[in-house]
């Protein structure tokens, strides 16, 4: 299943009750050791936790500069919201996690809706991917193709994160969870190269 941009749109969702999310990024490779629900996934900017104790998968993907990129994720426990994809020459580089606007409850502030870039510029390739609010069997699988700057980038970092609706604030990663994969982008020559994207060999 894909949803068009134009249909994107930040929402919200009327559920009383939290459920832990989890989703695994299966294209490409992540950079990280993760087991079958994709943990450990909180921190961000790449999952992991904050002890920094995960071991690296050491996988890197090759892409060609202006091509598709097949992107691939399960989502291993259910939670409305939706995905953003991002691509930076280094982890710092890559964007805030969505802001988010929050209701109180007994047990603290849960998320509301949260900002979806409508025009995604760099360091965003898309936003708002797979909105969903409808419970669906842990499992489903997201897939869309996201176009891969023309650059040459000798160590990308490809940013996927879930942004979750009606869920408690994380203090590792507020209410996103988070998924990276390395890329080693080489400038197709045929094409114009594009800018805006910081460089890094």
């Known amino acids: ?30 950079t990280l050791v993760l087991d079958e629900r994709g943990d450990p996934q909180k921190a961000e900017p790449c999952g992991g936790t904050t002890r920094g104790s995960t071991p690296a998968s050491g996988v890197v993907t090759p892409v060609r500069g202006g091509s598709q990129l097949h992107i691939k994720v399960k989502e291993t426990i259910y939670h409305p919201g939706h995905y ?29 809706s949260a900002k979806i870039e409508t025009s995604p510029k760099p360091p965003v390739l898309v936003d708002g991917l797979f909105v969903h609010s409808e419970r669906f069997p842990s499992g489903h699988i997201w897939e869309t193709d996201v176009r ?11 940013q996927v994160i879930q942004w979750m609706a009606e869920h408690g604030f994380n203090p590792q990663g507020g209410y996103t969870y988070h998924h990276c994969a390395e890329l080693k982008i080489s400038a197709d020559p045929a094409l114009p190269r594009d800018k805006g994207w910081a460089e890094k060999k």
Do not use: W
């Open 1 to 30: 299943m894909r949803i068009h941009p134009a249909f994107f749109a930040a929402f919200a969702i009327l559920i009383p009750t939290q459920v832990s999310s989890h989703f695994l990024l299966m294209e490409p490779a992540p």
């Open 84 to 112: 953003r994809i991002a691509l930076a020459a280094d982890p710092t580089y890559l964007p805030a996690d969505p802001e988010t606007v929050t209701r109180p409850t007994e047990k603290g502030p849960y998320s509301v």
């Open 148 to 158: 891969i700057p023309n650059i040459d980038c000798e160590n990308c970092t490809l």
